[in-house]
């Protein structure tokens, strides 16, 4: 048997695409021979159960090998094998069914894996680390002859009789001079690691020393010995390929040590298995997520028949949902293809919707199971649940029966609870129920014990995403507003009819408000004198709760860059009704008047922590002249 031929395409410049357009991804290449491999052994064994197929399975392990001096890789398999024939159909044919569209169309791809799926390349990847292939195989069907297959990265090939003498494939390549890097051990573990891991066939990859008993010794102890075994590099069955019921919590904890070994334990998972209206199985863990909102991105991995194929699940997986960890398996998704396609795909938006639910439905049995223990997880998960509320819908309509809001004391309540708690006192006189909040307690601590005189309840809005979180809450509550702690007087935050009358008159605020003006001597802040309880500080600094809400939302990337590029404002609001602004109106001497103004002022921002550097130094030596 000997026979030449061209691959039926019609261009002759397809292999320097393959190279050119795929170099930057090229590792690729292993994934996808050992991928078919692993095809080519498992439909072996699903024809043996059909009874279509009745010679000895054996061993059916798939071996990666390379030969540095040779400058080979070879993967090797026991399973189905070719014919002549089929090498002609499978290899040259059907590889190459796409190869005209590709040609056309390969501009226009983002990356190596758009490529190979769409266009049925993944053997063809082969020819981006080699100069040669090889194909040794022996078809299962019975009086088949063995058959070789070479090609030199031109569309021209050869088939000869081959010396295969068992059934499998030998995929042989010749590796080229500008991909020497991958006749490397630990560079071929290192893919193998990263593709190949969990594949449901053993893979070999060379051996490795493994100590071993050895008897014992004159004083009794045990003994070991070195030993090479097989390098399996693969686990064959994944615990997400098993049943939940055979599962303990242990087996959860050990395989997310496996994926992650650096990591805290995490919180909680949730098995996924579904097989209609799509095949999909994984486990999503949720780690303690830190209040700093660095994304873990590429934590949750994509698996297609257990074949790694990316850690980028953008599109899969809802946005909220990249805090996770862990891994999904489905054949249902579109493979290696562009960004675009996969959000039009229907399967992709079943399979979203379908984790949004699962992640719901689990937080909302925890909820319901435990309360205490949720609300002890809340600093872990509360980041994750409110950026799902702002973030998709379906997960906000049932979100809100789990979502908690904590105050000051640390009390839990879920949005429907609170506010039947602080309706009746904190309800403004536009009917408008107002949530007071804080967003550094510490710094706040003078705000909310103002707010707490009043029997105001407090909230922590303490998370970098709580200021988004905080315009969802107002937009889907009727009646309802939320004012951070420190943005006003409180007589101001809720205003009541019943509010304190300003005892000074017109002339006297005006003059009261000449002298803080030039004390302060900055445009940054605007005087405005008013009534206000005796109790109260004698000034107070604030920004406007509107202002300073769309800065912080232009820091968080909430398209409000308008506003964080203005500069800071802020209301100085002085205490008509305190006893220090009736002794500076009293004082005869102007520079006194002022020094007090200042000093009045220098506490208030004290109080805010905005009192700094040289302001600092001299608020202090002020201070002690007055002692």
């Known amino acids: 048997m000997q026979e030449k031929g061209t691959i039926s395409i019609h261009t002759e410049n397809i292999f320097p695409i393959i190279k050119k357009f795929l170099y930057s991804d090229h590792e690729i290449f292993l994934r996808e021979l050992v991928s078919n491999a692993v095809d080519a052994s498992q439909k072996i064994k699903r024809l043996a159960q059909l009874g279509q197929y009745s010679g000895e399975l054996g061993d059916l392990t798939v071996e990666v090998a390379f030969d540095k001096d040779k400058k080979t890789i070879t993967i090797s398999d026991s399973g189905l094998g070719m014919t002549a024939e089929e090498i002609k159909k499978y290899i040259n044919q059907i590889a190459f069914s796409g190869a005209t569209e590709f040609v056309e169309k390969f501009k226009d791809a983002k990356d190596a894996n758009e490529i190979i799926g769409k266009f049925g390349l993944g053997f063809y990847s082969a020819f981006m680390v080699a100069k040669q292939v090889e194909i040794n195989t022996l078809s299962y069907q019975e009086g088949a002859a063995s058959a070789r297959w070479t090609c030199d990265g031109s569309t021209e090939f050869e088939i000869s009789e081959g010396d295969r003498k068992t059934r499998g494939t030998d995929i042989i390549l010749h590796i080229n001079e500008d991909s020497e890097e991958f006749l490397d ?15 449901p066939v053993p893979i070999k990859f060379g051996t490795k020393s493994e100590s071993v008993e050895d008897g014992v010794d004159d004083k009794g102890e045990k003994k070991w010995k070195s030993v090479e075994v097989d390098n399996i590099i693969n686990t064959t069955t994944p615990i997400w390929t098993k049943s939940p019921s055979d599962l303990k919590d242990e087996d959860y904890l050990a395989f997310y040590k496996e994926l992650y070994p650096m990591s805290e334990d995490p919180l909680f998972w ?33 698996f297609s028949r257990q074949v790694f194929i990316t ?21 249902d998704i579109p493979l290696n293809v562009s960004r675009s396609f996969l959000q039009s795909d229907g399967n992709v938006k079943k399979i979203n919707n379908y984790i949004t639910k699962k992640v719901a439905d689990k937080l909302a049995e925890l909820f319901k199971k435990d309360r205490k223990v949720y609300e002890e997880k809340w600093n872990d998960i509360g980041l994750f649940v409110k950026y799902g509320m702002i973030s998709e819908e379906k997960f906000a309509e049932k979100g809100k029966d789990f979502t908690l809001l904590k105050n000051t004391n640390g009390e839990f309540f879920t949005p429907l ?24 307690v510490a710094k706040q601590d003078a705000f909310i014990q103002s707010a707490n005189k009043k029997d105001y309840d407090v909230l922590v809005m303490d998370s970098p995403i709580d200021s988004h979180y905080i315009q969802h809450l107002e937009m889907k509550e009727e009646k309802t507003t939320l004012k951070r702690v420190d943005s006003d007087v409180v007589d101001k935050l809720i205003v009541k009819d019943d509010g304190y009358a300003n005892l000074l008159t017109e002339e006297q605020s005006t003059q009261v408000t000449e002298i803080f003006e030039k004390a302060i001597g900055s445009q940054t802040y605007s005087v405005a004198v ?17 202002m300073r809400r769309m800065k912080e939302m232009s820091q968080m990337g909430g398209g409000m860059s308008f506003y964080g590029a203005m500069p800071d404002n802020y209301k100085v609001a002085v205490n008509g009704n305190h006893p220090l602004v009736d002794k500076i109106l009293k004082t005869e001497s102007a520079e006194e008047k002022e020094k007090l103004a200042k000093q009045a002022f220098d506490l208030a921002l004290l109080a805010q922590g905005m009192l700094t550097g040289k302001d600092l130094t001299a608020f202090v030596k002020r201070s002690v002249e007055m002692i």
Not at 185 to 199: E, S, T
Not at 418 to 440: I, S
């Open 185 to 199: 051990k630990w560079k071929l573990q290192g893919i193998l690691d990263k593709y190949a891991k969990f594949l």
């Open 270 to 302: 949730i098995h996924l298995n579904v097989d209609y209206p799509f095949n999909l199985t994984g486990v999503l863990y949720f780690p303690k997520v830190k209040n700093d909102f660095e994304f873990q991105k590429n934590k949750i991995k994509l």
């Open 311 to 331: 850690d980028e699940v953008k599109d899969i997986v809802p946005e909220f949902l990249m805090l996770l960890h862990g891994v999904i398996d489905s054949p």
């Open 417 to 440: 609870e609170y506010k039947e708690k602080v309706k009746a006192l904190q309800t403004n006189k536009e009917e408008q129920v107002v949530y007071l909040y804080a967003t550094d």
């Open 530 to 546: 008013e009534g206000l309880s005796p109790e109260e500080m004698p000034v107070t600094v604030t920004m406007d709760e509107f």
